[in-house]
Structure formats: C-alpha cells, structure tokens
C-alpha cells in the first residue's frame, strides 16, 4: 500500500532533453510538492499545489513546471535539461494547514549527462 | 533569507550514548515544528512534532525555546539503527511552506 509514488526511479538522460517524472498519492490530502536535494543533501522546496493550485513556486527556472491534472497527482516536467539539475527529486503530500505531516515518495534520481 | 540552520555534523557515537542536536530558525512567525529522519538514499520521514511544552516519545525527546528561536532533539541509549540523518523543519503561521534545515548527520557505532 504504497502511499506516495514516483516514477521513474532513476532517470539517466543527455543534456537538453525534456523528462517528466510522475507522483501519485493515495492518502487522500489536498496538497503537494516536489523537492530537490542536491548533492550536499539540502532539501529545497520546488513547488506547492492546494486543491489544483499553485500556492508556492521558489525561485525555480521556468524550464520546470508542474502539472495537477487531478488532486491525487502532481507531475514534474522539464524542458532542457541541464547538468545541474542532476539531484534527487522527492514528491510529497500533506493534508495542509499547520502541524501537518508531509509524506514523502521514494524519490527519483535524475542524472543529466 | 529566512532559514533554519543545523551544525552538519557528523556525530560519531557509540550505542548506547546520549546525544543532542541544535536547530536554530530565523523566521519568528514560524509556528510549527518537526523533526523528520533520512536514512541514505531514502525519503525523509516524521520522527516527531515539537510542542512548545516539550514532548518525549520513547528514547527521543524534543524541546522547543521560543525566546531563542531554537529546537533540540535528544537521543538516548543510542542503537546503531539510530544512524541517520536528521532534519529540522518549520513552519510558518498560515503558510503551507515547510522549511528544512540541513540535517544533521549521526552515526552510531558498536
């Protein structure tokens, strides 16, 4: 009973290329996010979606969008991949409001090339 | 840049000692709390939530000071299952943005 999901898990691709990678919870909350860790393990937050809207977008390059197409799954693509987005992606899930608990999948490993 | 900071470690114990980590934050209107473990190459989890009173749950306890801005998470009898990676999160009144900290890195040894 998996409760947060990510496909790929690894992902290994030139540089310029587009590459999505998926999130699915079944938990039932109403908000999600993706995080980057990078290789000195600092978890950053990339994006935030309440109820299929966009609360938080960090200072994040363009060439990254999500997509909600429902409230159980928050998509990443990115368009032109560069080598320094090389890190771990973790999506994570949360019923919202203070106090709450983020859930989090088992991460996809991106290497750009 | 509102931030929380934690001292990167690592902390080379042996089983069966007692350790403490820091974890400090700049954003005063934070409001909540959490200390999530990160075992290598696996997602964060929830170890536990910091009440302002403080709260214990089984060898972990954890303490909140307000006036200095600042968490700590205590270990005791320390088992090499302990090894891991800590991180300090806040967050902020009203907000759905959860800040963490660096972790801090514990290794347990026989």
């Known amino acids: 009973d998996t409760a947060v999901s990510q496909t790929p898990k690894y992902l290994v691709t030139q540089m310029g290329n587009d590459k999505s990678i998926k999130c699915e919870q079944n938990?039932?909350?109403?908000?999600m996010y993706w995080y980057k860790q990078d290789s000195k393990k600092f978890l950053k937050i990339m994006f935030s979606y309440n109820n299929k809207e966009l609360i938080i977008n960090e200072t994040v390059p363009n060439r990254f969008s999500p997509k909600s197409p429902d409230k159980a799954h928050l998509n990443l693509h990115i368009n032109s991949l560069e080598l320094g987005d090389s890190a771990v992606y973790f999506c994570a899930s949360s019923q919202g409001g203070e106090g709450a608990t983020q859930y989090f999948g088992p991460g996809t490993r991106l290497l750009v090339l | 840049r509102k931030e929380v900071e934690q001292d990167p470690g690592p902390f080379n114990v042996p089983e069966g000692a007692t350790v403490a980590f820091n974890c400090t934050y700049s954003n005063s209107a934070s409001q909540s709390f959490f200390w999530y473990r990160q075992d290598c190459r696996k997602e964060p989890k929830l170890l536990m939530s910091?009440?302002?009173s403080g709260n214990e749950d089984g060898r972990f306890t954890a303490q909140l000071n307000r006036a200095s801005q600042y968490i700590s998470l205590l270990i005791r009898d320390s088992k090499l299952s302990d090894s891991a990676t800590y991180l300090c999160v806040s967050l902020s009144g009203g907000s759905y943005i959860p800040t963490f900290g660096r972790g801090t890195s514990l290794i347990v040894h026989p």
């Open positions: 938990l039932g909350h109403d908000t």
């Open positions: 910091v009440y302002s």
